[in-house]
């Protein structure tokens, strides 16, 4: 089995690959989110797994955008503590001169970072992974990774946990291109948009049904809908499957209110 990431070698990304699918697939480290999905359309790989949202930094807004052009579908979401250390090939903090790390890394140190490194130019790099290749490569580099970045770059753990909150953690899609089967605890993802009909209230009309039927919306976040300046999607998460006849009837009186209505995929609640 084949697992499409965003590389390269020692992200978290394949971190999250490892935690759900163990280490007997073959993960294929990706350059971009976009070639994840594209890679998982074309059937080049069976599954991808691509970073949705941050607790400490919120969402990852390219993932989302990718659904919106995509026919995959979320077959599972993973949940991973980020725990980020600082590395080098250094033995101390003094020759530090710059920091490359992802910009959700570098956002999620920022107050150890200024306390400890305040004079350490930060380096935004494509991953975390990639700021570590470049740490191992560049004197006066450091860079904020994981375990898996230490041993693959070679590369001394400077500073252990220096993230600034202890319960970090990113969650993750598994994107594949079938719908998997009701599991008992299981979570739904909708993407969504008011009609351009309904005025004022639109929002809240679509998302009535929601509450006469009891159905518990956990997440809601807007995007530009990319058809024209001032529309907006909403990517939606509720508690259930769409197969379940209470969130089946909700969702069916929401599509009668929406200008768009898709699911996304209905899958098992990540296991932290």
């Known amino acids: 089995m084949k697992i499409g990431y965003l590389g390269p070698e020692g992200t978290y990304t394949q971190s999250a690959v490892e935690k759900h699918f163990g280490a007997a697939v073959e993960g294929v480290p990706l350059v971009t989110i976009e070639d994840v999905f594209r890679e998982v359309e074309s059937g080049a790989a069976d599954f991808g797994i691509v970073p949705i949202e941050n607790s400490t930094e919120g969402t990852v807004n390219h993932t989302l955008d990718m659904f919106m052009s995509s026919p995959l579908c979320i077959c599972a979401e993973i949940e991973l503590r980020i725990r980020h250390h600082l590395l080098g090939a250094m033995d101390t903090l003094e020759p530090i001169q710059r920091i490359s790390a ?130 907006y999607v909403f990517f939606i998460d509720i508690d259930g499957h769409a197969d379940d006849p209470a969130i089946a009837n909700a969702l069916a009186h929401l599509k009668q209110n929406a200008q768009l209505f898709r699911i996304l995929g209905s899958y098992p609640k990540a296991v932290v």
Request: proline share 4%; charged share 25%.
């Open 102 to 231: 992802h910009p959700q890394a570098l956002a999620q140190c920022r107050d150890w970072l200024r306390e400890h490194l305040p004079n350490a130019e930060l380096v935004p790099a494509s991953s975390n992974a990639d700021g570590a290749r470049r740490a191992a490569a560049e004197s006066g580099t450091a860079a904020i990774a994981g375990d898996a970045a230490a041993s693959v770059y070679g590369l001394n753990i400077l500073e252990q946990g220096i993230e600034d909150r202890s319960d970090n953690t990113t969650r993750f899609f598994v994107i594949g291109r079938d719908r998997v089967a009701a599991s008992g605890d299981d979570r739904t993802t909708l993407l969504v948009s008011a009609s351009d009909t309904e005025g004022a209230g639109a929002l809240y009309k679509l998302l009535e049904p929601l509450a006469e039927d009891n159905v518990n919306m956990t997440r809601i976040e807007s995007r530009p809908s990319q058809q024209r300046k001032w529309h």
